[in-house]
């Protein structure tokens, strides 16, 4: 059998195994795995590297616009050049409608900003802000068989947020059709009621954004959207958890028995509060939505992760430059910290960051080839292509040289923000050659990816969403 390139010498690991082997590709895909290959065109020496599958970063924001003017720094050509160096294949970035506008046409409007510009491929998922009967009807079931098979809805942000009956709506969709929905599970109402109680103190600095955002806010929405999910016997994933309380409501819920996964990221593993107290506006840089949290929960998350309650973790990566009108800096450098836009950059650092973790004997690696890959493929419809090393699968191949250290820099990352909030951190373990369906994209930690490569990702109805036939509802009724 001939080969159009062999993966030589290299230790594979997957979310079940580690063992040495060649792997054989043509036609972009792994179509033999054996202790030795030849007949190939080309060789890759992947000795004393680990070889791993492609990460699938399954929640990122990529060009999209907010409601208040703001603008993520990031297009689909610089956001999957920084995703490829950082050893991630696929991304899965949003679609986001706004109020009165039609779902299918922001979601072709949206597939239209990708063309010919993105190096890795891309599914992409729907958020659903206006969830009337034209999208409930016929829009979210006729995108569903499209292959837009997940979609995300907002307990929060008054430009986005669902009550509770809204949510009902969309989860029986989901749970007829066969789709995933994710849930950003924050409590409004506390946190408007908060925002004035501050706002009239004069407490208005990036710091405060952490007090208007306490933990039970988002234990409470975690809770209560776990409950709306039980009601119909729907699975669904709760999006960024920050800390120990909201963690403890998705591991009680599946400790039932109920379908209801888990997702973080990374700077709730290496960020705390204290990044929003630097001097003057600095801590705008470290604004999100939840905000990290304190050094006891950070550690509580990673026991957490290593415990499984995460089946995910992604960066939502939501990049606004720092020193940028259309930024951090859209309602000016004195902003009260309702008025920062939220989000932080992290989609070429999140595997390196976890990867540490291997490094620190946190989690193991088949934990982490789990956490960034095999399980957003199951997850979310992309199962026998992406997220593992197997016959027939897409070649999407991180080689990983464990043992090589390096401190993170801005200026050496290849994203369109002009700031990380992880400078300074150093970790051990680094992806330095990328493969993309058997095309090298990244060489030596060098990006070689052309504008293009990447393909548009068809996901199928993930067979994560199949309920478990226990509903508390009459099921003619959901």
């Known amino acids: 059998m001939s080969y159009d390139l ?3 010498g290299g230790t594979i690991a997957t979310a079940s195994d580690t063992y040495r082997a060649d792997i054989g590709i043509a036609g972009g895909r792994i179509i033999a795995i054996a202790e030795s290959l030849t007949d190939t065109k080309e ?3 992947a000795g004393g590297m680990l070889v791993l599958p492609g990460g699938i970063d399954s929640h990122v924001h990529i060009d999209q616009p907010g409601a208040d003017g703001s603008l993520t720094a990031d297009d689909f050509e610089t956001g999957t050049r920084a995703a490829a160096c950082g050893g991630t294949t ?10 009165g506008k039609s779902l299918r046409e922001t979601t072709d409007a949206y597939r239209r ?6 190096m890795v491929d891309y599914a992409i998922h729907l958020i659903v802000a206006d969830a009337n009967e034209q999208v409930i009807g016929q829009e979210l079931p006729a995108l569903i068989k499209d292959g837009y098979t997940s979609f995300k809805v907002y307990m929060t942000y008054d430009d986005l947020k669902l009550n509770d009956g809204q949510m009902l709506d969309v989860l029986s969709l989901a749970r007829r ?3 995933m929905t994710m849930i950003h599970a924050e409590n409004a109402d506390c946190i408007s009621w908060l925002t004035a109680k501050l706002a009239a103190s004069g407490r208005t600095a990036p710091r405060y954004h952490c007090t208007s955002r306490p933990m039970p806010v988002e234990r409470e929405a975690t809770h209560r959207a776990i409950a709306l999910a039980e009601l119909l016997d729907v699975p669904m994933l709760v999006v960024h958890v920050s800390g120990i309380e909201a963690a403890n409501e998705i591991r009680r819920a599946q400790e039932r028995g109920l379908k209801v996964y888990g997702e973080t990221c990374p700077q709730y593993l290496f960020l705390t509060e204290e990044g929003l107290a630097k001097d003057g506006f600095l801590g705008a840089m470290c604004v999100c939505s939840p905000p990290p949290r304190d050094k006891v929960n950070q550690d509580a998350m990673w026991d957490a992760l290593a415990a499984g309650v995460f089946q995910v973790v992604s960066s939502d990566h939501c990049p606004y430059r720092f020193n940028d009108p259309k930024g951090k800096l859209i309602a000016g450098p004195n902003a009260p ?8 950059p992290g989609i070429e650092t999140r595997l390196p960051l976890l990867f540490n973790g291997v490094s620190q004997g946190r989690i193991t690696l088949q934990q982490f080839v789990a956490l960034t890959a095999t399980n957003h493929a199951r997850i979310y419809g992309l199962s026998g292509r992406k997220g593992t090393i197997a016959i027939g699968a897409d070649a999407d191949l991180a080689l990983w040289d464990p043992t090589r250290e390096v401190t993170i820099r801005n200026d050496d990352l290849h994203h369109n923000v002009d700031y990380t909030p992880f400078e300074g951190i150093t970790v051990k ?3 330095m050659h990328v493969l993309s369906r058997g095309a090298m994209i990244v060489r030596d930690g060098k990006p070689l990816a052309r504008s293009g490569h990447g393909q548009f990702l068809r996901c199928d109805l993930p067979e994560a969403a199949i309920p478990r036939g226990v509903s508390v509802v009459p099921s003619d009724l959901i």
């Open 6 to 8: 062999v993966v030589r």
């Open 43 to 45: 060789v890759v020496d």
């Open 90 to 99: 696929t991304i899965m970035p949003f679609a986001m409608q706004f109020r």
């Open 113 to 118: 900003k990708a063309d010919g510009k993105a």
């Open 177 to 179: 059709e066969g789709a």
């Open 337 to 344: 910290f309702w008025k920062i836009p939220n989000g932080i």
């Open 429 to 431: 373990g680094w992806p």
